[in-house]
């Protein structure tokens, strides 16, 4: 190794842990605000955005999608979102509500935007995302019950109100799973 590669691996090792130190300082002063409250810097929010959206990507580029054209998978998933999802995430014709405004970051409300990758919908239901209040759908439900909901979310964007509340009349009522203590 060259004399300057040395020097070049000795200052890249010497940022690293300058910026480490600086970092550990800052958490233990309590510098950052995790308040729900106070939103993210920019640089913040770019960081996790993308860390975000490439684990997701990573993880869900493997997951094989069913048929998703079905209306009795697509009412299936509206019971369930009605049921489960419209507190954050709303319902076609719902404003916010008294919840959404509290969340940092604010759950996207997914009636209003197009609808995403399938797999990436399955695998974020399924697994969750830490620190959003997004849970875990896969630990309670079914990868049968999760698809249904990926279902429903790709129609949810073109739907009027009275489509999704007649959607849901048909559906039924949500079966909320009985856990054993």
């Given amino acids: 190794m060259s004399r300057f590669q040395k020097g070049l691996l000795t200052g890249a090792v010497g940022l690293l842990a300058a910026i480490v130190v600086v970092g550990a300082v800052l958490a233990g002063l309590g510098a950052y605000d995790v308040g729900a409250d106070s ?9 996790i955005g993308f860390v975000r959206e490439r684990s997701v990507e990573v993880r869900a580029a493997d997951i094989k999608v069913p048929p998703l054209n ?3 998978m697509i009412a299936e998933g509206a019971e369930h979102y009605d049921a489960m999802c419209t507190g954050c995430h709303l319902a076609p014709g719902m404003s916010d ?6 969340m940092n970051p604010r759950p996207p409300a997914l009636a209003k935007i197009p609808p995403d990758d399938p797999t990436e919908q399955f695998w974020i ?20 019950e999760i698809w249904n909901m990926v279902a429903l979310l790709q129609k949810l964007p073109k739907m009027t109100p009275a489509e999704y509340r007649a959607l849901v009349a048909v559906s039924g009522k949500h079966h909320a799973m009985d856990m054993e203590h």
């Fill in 39 to 47: 939103p993210h810097t920019a640089l913040t929010r770019a960081v």
């Fill in 97 to 102: 509500n008294e919840m959404r405004p509290g």
């Fill in 70 to 72: 079905d209306p009795k």
């Fill in 125 to 144: 239901i399924k697994h969750g995302i830490k620190m959003t209040a997004m849970p875990a759908w896969g630990t309670t439900h079914s990868d049968e």
